[in-house]
């Protein structure tokens, strides 16, 4: 048994090459761990980008074939000696697809914008019915087409909203094209809006397509992720039109809900605010404050 002085210091020095080497392996441990996390959110951040290459080409690329190849048929007209209807539907399909092409586009230039806190949104009086009737109205003949009922059941004295018109309807718009996206033949789409107690407006659009997982939930709120769209008219997606949507929605101080059961549908809740909650300075400081969490 060490004792005295001597003993006494031997084991204070002891002690602190202990702890000192103890210190050290607890201090490798972390770095390597932290190495290790690095290295897995490395791969994630690659593969994730890799993904969103591989569907943001293919998404481009689709439209711009159909666009490229049915504007060279409407261009050799007098060759081919297409009839009206021929010459109708080749037109509509180019207009569906430069359509949907600007959609992709303009989906990347909001996730951007949302990310570096630079998204504006002009503030004015909204009227909310108008903008859900001609959003509405846009995709009723894709529904027809596809075999699908749309309805919808608005309140006619639908207060208006503070916000901004276009980005409101590229909101509704974007949830509209989900639904009919993804609902099979024979299924429904409904779209409801209501008022609230407070003056407030909720909007409900509820299908009977593919439905989700908690897990798609998830992943369908993620921007640049994608759920499984095998029975969608437009395969994949770039992952961005919920996050967008939902971001712009808290833009206007509102809030975006999603339900949804595997094989039994989804429905999207909408509520936004009474249009006297935020002043014009308020929701321009919300705006530039926001950052969308990737």
Same mark, same amino acid.
């Given at each position: 048994?060490?004792?005295?002085?001597?003993?006494?210091?031997?084991?204070?020095?002891?002690?602190?090459?202990?702890?000192?080497?103890?210190?050290?392996?607890?201090?490798?441990?972390?770095?390597?761990?932290?190495?290790?996390?690095?290295?897995?959110?490395?791969?994630?951040?690659?593969?994730?980008?890799?993904?969103?290459?591989?569907?943001?080409?293919?998404?481009?690329?689709?439209?711009?074939?159909?666009?490229?190849?049915?504007?060279?048929?409407?261009?050799?007209?007098?060759?081919?000696?297409?009839?009206?209807?021929?010459?109708?539907?080749?037109?509509?399909?180019?207009?569906?697809?430069?359509?949907?092409?600007?959609?992709?586009?303009?989906?990347?230039?909001?996730?951007?914008?949302?990310?570096?806190?630079?998204?504006?949104?002009?503030?004015?009086?909204?009227?909310?019915?108008?903008?859900?009737?001609?959003?509405?109205?846009?995709?009723?003949?894709?529904?027809?087409?596809?075999?699908?009922?749309?309805? $919808?059941?608005?309140? #006619?004295?639908? +207060?208006?909203?503070? %916000?901004? /018109?276009?980005?409101?309807? *590229?909101? @509704?718009?974007? =949830?509209?094209?989900?639904?009919?996206?993804?609902?099979?033949?024979?299924?429904?789409?409904?779209?409801?809006?209501?008022?609230?107690?407070?003056?407030?407006?909720?909007?409900?659009?509820?299908?009977?397509?593919?439905?989700?997982?908690?897990?798609?939930?998830?992943?369908?709120?993620?921007?640049?992720?994608?759920? $499984?769209?095998?029975? #969608?008219?437009? +395969?994949?997606?770039? %992952?961005? /039109?919920?996050?967008?949507? *939902?971001? @712009?929605?808290? =833009?206007?101080?509102?809030?975006?809900?999603?339900?949804?059961?595997?094989?039994?549908?989804?429905?999207?809740?909408?509520?936004?605010?009474?249009?006297?909650?935020?002043?014009?300075?308020?929701?321009?400081?919300?705006?530039?404050?926001?950052?969308?969490?990737?």
């Amino acid at each position: 048994m060490i004792s005295g002085p001597l003993g006494s210091n031997k084991y204070s020095s002891l002690m602190n090459e202990y702890a000192s080497l103890l210190g050290d392996a607890v201090l490798r441990h972390r770095a390597r761990m932290a190495q290790h996390t690095a290295r897995v959110e490395a791969e994630l951040a690659s593969k994730l980008k890799s993904d969103f290459i591989a569907n943001l080409s293919h998404e481009l690329r689709t439209p711009l074939n159909s666009i490229i190849g049915f504007s060279k048929l409407l261009s050799e007209q007098e060759q081919r000696k297409l009839n009206q209807n021929e010459v109708i539907n080749y037109a509509n399909l180019v207009h569906d697809a430069a359509g949907h092409l600007l959609v992709v586009i303009n989906n990347i230039l909001d996730i951007s914008e949302l990310q570096s806190g630079k998204c504006t949104i002009d503030t004015c009086e909204v009227d909310l019915h108008a903008i859900l009737t001609a959003s509405i109205s846009s995709f009723r003949l894709i529904a027809q087409s596809a075999g699908i009922s749309l309805s $919808d059941n608005i309140e #006619a004295n639908l +207060p208006d909203v503070r %916000g901004d /018109g276009v980005k409101l309807r *590229q909101v @509704l718009t974007s =949830l509209i094209s989900n639904a009919v996206r993804f609902t099979p033949e024979g299924g429904s789409v409904l779209i409801e809006a209501n008022s609230l107690g407070e003056g407030g407006v909720v909007i409900r659009i509820t299908d009977t397509g593919v439905g989700m997982s908690d897990e798609d939930i998830a992943a369908a709120l993620t921007p640049f992720d994608q759920v $499984d769209a095998s029975p #969608a008219r437009w +395969p994949n997606g770039t %992952g961005l /039109g919920l996050p967008v949507a *939902q971001a @712009l929605v808290q =833009l206007h101080g509102g809030d975006l809900k999603l339900q949804s059961e595997l094989n039994l549908g989804t429905q999207v809740e909408v509520t936004l605010p009474p249009r006297d909650q935020l002043s014009v300075t308020e929701v321009r400081d919300a705006v530039m404050g926001q950052r969308l969490t990737p």
